[in-house]
């Protein structure tokens, strides 16, 4: 019998991500809408320390089987309206990342897209993205989000979700 493995998770409001660097995006423990295998966990698999949302350890999902797993992920940005003219980004980017503290493996980036922003005054960027990766226990995942505006953005919301099957003993 196949078994899925899925966690689904949600920001729980903005996050202000600061320029010209990738930022790991951050979750809240409380707020997933669906992680029954925990792979989302405050109390961290490697160390068994708790953290909480405003770690940069709360981007992190835990995969816990050797597996070809299916990623998928949404950012939304604000208005670049809100922005002076001269601030206002030319691009974002968003991506996936195996490691993408070092912890374990080393930070190793894939499926990174790059986008215009929207025209000022029609509302917020929003992009999806979806990847197949090779999973592995011990080696974490996170989404990470980038922006060139000369100044501070906030990310309106953002989702991260892995799934992967293993077969039930």
Request: net charge neutral; hydrophobic share 35%.
């Amino acid at each position: 019998m196949t078994r899925w493995l899925i966690c689904s998770l949600t920001t729980g409001g903005p996050q202000m991500i600061p320029p010209r660097e990738y930022t790991l995006v951050r979750f809240p423990f409380a707020a997933e809408s669906y992680d029954p295998d925990k792979l989302h966990p405050a109390q961290q698999p490697d160390t068994g320390r708790t953290v909480t949302s405003s770690d940069p350890r709360a981007g992190l999902i835990w995969p816990r089987h050797d597996a070809w797993a299916h990623l998928a992920a949404m950012m939304v940005w604000q208005d670049i309206a809100d922005l002076d003219a001269a601030d206002r980004p030319t691009h974002v980017r968003h991506r996936f990342v195996r490691d993408p503290l070092n912890l374990v493996t080393g930070y190793d980036s894939t499926a990174t897209s790059d986008h215009r922003p929207r025209p000022a005054g029609t509302g917020g960027t929003c992009r999806t993205k979806t990847w197949p990766i090779f999973v592995h226990p011990g080696t974490p995942l996170g989404y990470l989000v980038y922006h060139d505006a000369a100044l501070p953005m906030r990310l309106e919301s953002a989702e991260f979700k892995v799934s992967y099957t293993m077969e039930a003993a």
